[in-house]
């Protein structure tokens, strides 16, 4: 369990890789409370724009703030985040929700019995537990629109698996540790398939292309194989879109 | 008709590069773009382009390549890399100046050994859409460049330019040094702390050598092993290209520009951005030593490339004996019909 980070014990740790980065860590492991206060601030130092900021990459528990050594410097940059932190208790953010469709019909979840079988659950109850709960978007990485999505049930919590595979199909939805996630293409992996989402995750033709973002909240939603043909279909034709629903928190 | 350069014979990885890809790094989307900057800069200016402006990363093998535009002036980094244009004899150009080609002449690349990629830049550039910003490809997510891809025989690249002026050819007064012995310099990384005192002596003493297995996406390395203090495993954090992280055998990964973002290896040491091309430039087999800077050393030094590499692309010079293929020339020598076929290309 992770325990509470009162906005008063707040301490970064400020260290640079290179030339071109500052990181700005807020602490060392997988936690809501972590992850909250790092997207908080991710989102204000992307609206500062700050000069000769490139970017600005939340992960678990950190950000990494890209600059241009030819525009700015390590000590300027570290000298305008700073105060920034400060503030990233106050701002209200925006939320989007999301619903995913997913099959968990064996033919669609490679590994399902085995993680029922190594977790002493029936398939029913993995997959209510696995579609029972909803999930934060950590931060999104490995390949271009993959979600790290937390946290699982105690109950499903596996290790990464001792021989990945070297193809995993695009749309896998998989586990490992207490995360879960989404393969937006086909990769190699060692995460345990649980089952498939017939959505894009990455479509060069919306802006921008990842359908996901960290800080965003998702529901797996169980759907048949038929139902997953026909949406499959339709994603094809191009007459397929997830509308999420947005709040402030 | 478009005008298309088209790759005959394509080499074993060559795709198209610009600068890479900014502001998509939060969605998992990597930088990309070519592994030396200052090169694809370079080869640029000898055409007139843009600094950024996308030309050919060619890794390992050099490419041969047909003209089907009315003309096309093109350049190619890396020192004592050659552009060998085919039905006339002696038509052998180095890199590092502006060469003028008409329809239907080929011309293969060949890459310096000492080199591992190089670029050819062709004025106007190509014809692509850009995706989020770049033309750069990324082949893991098979998007950017021509068809996300790395270049297949018989791809026709589309061109900007159907003709080129006739303006002298060009070179630089002095060519850039490609450090091909200088130790690589790092600054200590962002896990540091995981690492043994020795294993920070270790890295910046011994010599290790690139693997075959390297890729765009890393140079592996080996040599002597790094230990960890106890677990070589952390949260995830995110990287970026010149991160060296080390995974639980010990042997350090060079990221590069196609990295992914994330990673869950601590990170020893970052090489300095100036220095990310000086690594890159060499090919698998090659030996690397490093050095460790600060960082504030390391900005001092980004800049101080930027100014060296500025003071070569202003230095511009005529070539002396030109680089342009004499068509009558060629009509006299009776060496024209192989490019008489090549003037009528649906004729083949």
């Known amino acids: 369990m992770w325990s509470p980070l009162p906005k008063w ?13 500052v990181i700005v860590e807020f602490g060392n492991k997988v936690d809501r409370n972590l992850s909250s206060l790092v997207l908080r601030a991710a989102t204000v130092l992307s609206n500062s724009k700050l ?47 999301w619903s995913i469709p997913v099959c968990y019909e064996e033919e669609f979840a490679a590994d399902i019995a085995e993680i029922a079988a190594a977790t002493g659950q029936t ?127 | 008709m478009t005008p298309v350069l088209k790759a005959c014979v394509p080499g074993v990885h060559t795709s198209v590069q610009d600068f890479g890809r900014t502001g998509y790094r939060h969605l998992g989307v990597p930088t990309s773009g070519a592994l030396c900057r200052s090169d694809l800069r370079l080869a640029n200016r000898l055409v007139g382009n843009c600094a950024s402006t996308a030309g050919l990363e060619i890794i390992f093998q050099g490419p041969t390549f047909q003209v089907l535009a009315d003309s096309m002036r093109i350049a190619l980094s890396g020192t004592g890399g050659t552009i060998q244009v ?13 060469v003028h080609l008409v329809r239907g002449q080929k011309f293969k690349i060949t890459i310096a050994p000492s080199l591992a990629c190089c670029y050819l830049a062709i004025q106007g550039g190509f ?26 025989p018989g791809d026709e690249i589309p061109l900007r330019l159907n003709s080129v002026d ?58 002597a092993a790094l230990k960890h203090k106890d677990s070589f495993n952390i949260v995830s954090d995110a990287t970026c290209a010149g991160a060296i992280q080390v995974p639980g055998d010990g042997a350090p990964i060079v990221l590069l520009t196609d990295c992914q973002t994330t990673g869950g290896y601590p990170k020893i040491a970052t090489v300095i951005s100036s220095d990310v091309e000086v690594l890159a430039r060499r090919p698998p087999g090659s030996k690397v030593r490093f050095s460790a800077v600060s960082v504030s050393d ?15 692309e202003s230095n511009l010079i005529s070539v002396s004996h030109g680089s342009r293929l004499d068509v009558d020339a060629l009509y006299e020598a009776n060496l024209i019909s192989g490019m008489f076929d090549a003037e009528n290309p649906q004729s083949d």
């Open chain 1, 51 to 97: 000069t000769g900021v490139l970017e600005v990459i939340p992960t678990f528990r950190s950000l990494m703030v890209q600059y241009d050594p030819l525009v700015t410097t390590s000590t300027q940059v570290v000298a305008q985040i700073t105060p920034l932190m400060s503030t990233t208790g106050k701002d209200r953010t925006q939320v989007q929700k």
């Open chain 2, 86 to 98: 085919s039905g006339m004899p002696g038509a052998t150009f180095p890199a590092w100046q502006s």
């Open chain 2, 127 to 152: 014809d692509l859409a850009p995706v989020m910003g770049s033309l750069s490809t990324y082949t893991r997510a098979a998007f950017g460049g021509y068809r996300g891809r790395i270049l297949a």
């Open chain 1, 123 to 249: 398939i029913e109850q993995v997959i209510e537990l696995h579609s029972g709960i909803s999930y934060h978007v950590y931060m999104l990485g490995f390949l271009p629109g993959f979600p790290y999505l937390g946290d699982l049930v105690q109950t499903l919590h596996l290790p990464r698996r001792t021989n990945p595979r070297t193809r995993v199909p695009k749309g896998s939805i998989s586990i490992a540790t207490s995360l879960t996630s989404i393969y937006p293409f086909e990769s190699p992996g060692g995460w345990h398939l649980i089952g498939t989402t017939p959505v894009e995750l990455f479509d060069l033709n919306n802006t921008p292309p990842a359908l996901l973002c960290p800080g965003d909240q998702i529901r797996f939603e169980a759907i048949s194989r038929s139902e997953f043909i026909d949406i499959s279909k339709q994603v094809s034709a191009g007459k397929y879109s997830l509308e999420p629903v947005k709040v402030t928190i």
């Open chain 2, 298 to 312: 390391a900005e001092i030094i980004a800049r101080d490339h930027d100014i060296a590499i500025g003071a070569i």
């Open chain 2, 166 to 223: 006739d303006s002298p050819e060009r070179t630089f007064a002095a060519l850039p040094d490609p450090a091909k012995d200088a130790p690589v310099r790092i600054t200590w990384g962002q896990q540091v702390e995981y690492f043994t005192a020795s294993s920070r002596e270790t890295f910046i003493s011994r010599e290790y050598t690139i693997l075959p297995t390297s890729d765009r996406m890393g140079y592996r390395l080996s040599g």
């Open chain 1, 9 to 21: 014990t707040l301490t970064v740790r400020i260290s640079a890789s290179g030339d071109t980065a």
